[in-house]
């Protein structure tokens, strides 16, 4: 998304300014054309040659000598150009990380007094604002009637961090990690066809207990449950994401319920149903659970014979109950890991459970289905449409998903 992207990154002077060399990896590496324009303090943390050889760009530091005009010296005028307002009008995007108080003080009140200051008065692209200072100083009700003036005026502020600061103190103020930034700012340049819409996703697998240190569960890693929402919330969607327990940091944006078990899911499911536009279950609930929990670890010695045994019970089916439970404006998506036969199983099931759609894989393939990065599944629609999707990265794959849902759910 972010390939030819003309990306100015704002640097100012904080003790944070070294995650921005971070950043400005994270957005070279996206294929971002990145330059940096830095408040003079700024250099005082970070030299102007790291900025400058990361972002393989000249970095402005002021509105004087070379970086007034490229060409201030010739006879003919159409040569001449002034580098803070070319790189203003050039600019898709603009990201101010740290943004200290002394900009947000500046930018809130149209004061134009150096290059980064300067050139601010002439953007029109999209700006991310990342506030970054001590505690008080954020929390002062000038740097916050400053934040709001410049929310109302359209620009993106994202909240800062909380934990122990460079000084000592704790509390609001840690600039947002690079990744955080770099996440919103991928957000910028994705399609909104999904805003505002409701999406309720399922993901990861299901724990049920068999006593204190051991439960039945399955393989599944929720790795695509995630990709979905993450990319549903980047195409302006408002996400519900109710998780098993996985090991992989949620999605951004996102509103995250956590369960273990079948029954804790399948409440948190039924509990959004009713105000969801689009529900997708991804996750893998175990069939079965015990009978009956143990308040005690089983030990060796309760075996008599050598041999355990443990009465299960089927857990309800989630996908199953809500096809009975949406109603017609509502669109139903559900997964389907097979072993064989996947075509008839996908078919049975659309039928069977009241889906719209279902997304199936065959488990086993090389570089697809639990704990893989990518996937290689097969839409199948109720109208019997259905889609072969090639061996892709999980979140190519979510957003292909989302592509063919879309039409689905705003036709007419």
């Known amino acids: 998304?972010?390939?030819?992207?003309?990306?100015?990154l704002g640097v100012c002077g904080g003790i944070a300014a070294y995650k921005s060399v971070e950043l400005l990896r994270l957005l070279k590496k996206a294929g971002a054309n990145v330059k940096v324009a830095t408040t003079k303090s700024a250099l005082e943390f970070v030299g102007e040659m790291t900025f400058s050889v990361l972002s393989e760009n000249d970095v402005m530091t002021d509105l004087f000598g070379d970086n007034l005009a490229k060409s201030a010296n010739s006879n003919n005028s159409k040569d001449f150009s002034v580098r803070h307002i070319e790189w203003a009008k050039e600019a898709d995007a603009v990201v101010i990380a740290p943004a200290t108080a002394n900009i947000i003080?500046?930018?809130?009140?149209?004061?134009?007094?150096?290059a980064l200051s300067t050139m601010m008065m002439a953007v029109t692209a999209p700006i991310i604002l990342c506030p970054s200072m001590n505690t008080q100083m954020y929390e002062n009700r000038a740097v916050q009637r400053n934040l709001d003036i410049l929310e109302q005026d359209g620009i993106l502020i994202l909240e800062p961090g909380t934990g122990e600061l460079a000084c000592k103190t704790s509390g609001a103020g840690r600039l947002p990690e690079p990744e955080i930034i770099f996440d919103r700012v991928l957000k910028l340049f994705c399609q909104k066809d999904l805003k505002d819409k409701k999406i309720l996703i399922s993901a990861g697998p299901t724990r049920e207990s068999i006593d204190p240190v051991r439960y039945i569960s399955n393989h599944s890693s929720g790795k695509m449950g995630y990709a979905i929402a993450e990319a549903a919330e980047k195409r302006g969607a408002l996400v519900t994401l109710v998780s098993g327990p996985v090991s992989i940091s949620p999605p951004f944006g996102v509103n995250l319920i956590n369960v273990e078990s079948a029954k804790e899911m399948a409440d948190a499911m039924i509990k959004e149903l009713d105000d969801s536009d689009i529900i997708i279950k991804v996750a893998a609930?175990?069939?079965?659970?015990?009978?009956?929990?143990?308040?005690?670890?089983?030990?060796?010695?309760?075996?008599?014979?050598?041999?355990?045994?443990?009465?299960?019970?089927?857990?309800?089916?989630?996908?199953?109950?809500?096809?009975?439970?949406?109603?017609?404006?509502?669109?139903?998506?559900?997964?389907a890991a097979e072993t064989q036969n996947l075509d008839n199983y996908a078919l049975e099931k659309i039928e069977k459970k009241n889906l719209d759609m279902i997304v199936g894989n065959i488990v086993g393939i090389k570089g697809s289905g639990f704990q893989a990065d990518t996937n290689k599944v097969k839409f199948f629609f109720k109208d019997g449409s259905t889609y072969d999707i090639p061996l892709m990265d999980k979140l190519q794959v979510a957003h292909k998903l989302l592509d063919h849902i879309i039409p689905r759910v705003t036709k007419g």
């Open 1 to 8: 998304m972010l390939k030819g992207k003309r990306i100015i």
């Open 105 to 114: 003080g500046k930018l809130a009140n149209g004061i134009a007094d150096d």
């Open 285 to 335: 609930v175990a069939d079965y659970r015990p009978l009956m929990a143990q308040e005690n670890k089983i030990k060796k010695c309760q075996r008599e014979t050598g041999s355990l045994s443990i009465d299960l019970v089927e857990n309800p089916d989630i996908l199953q109950m809500i096809g009975k439970m949406k109603r017609e404006d509502q669109f139903l998506a559900g997964f």
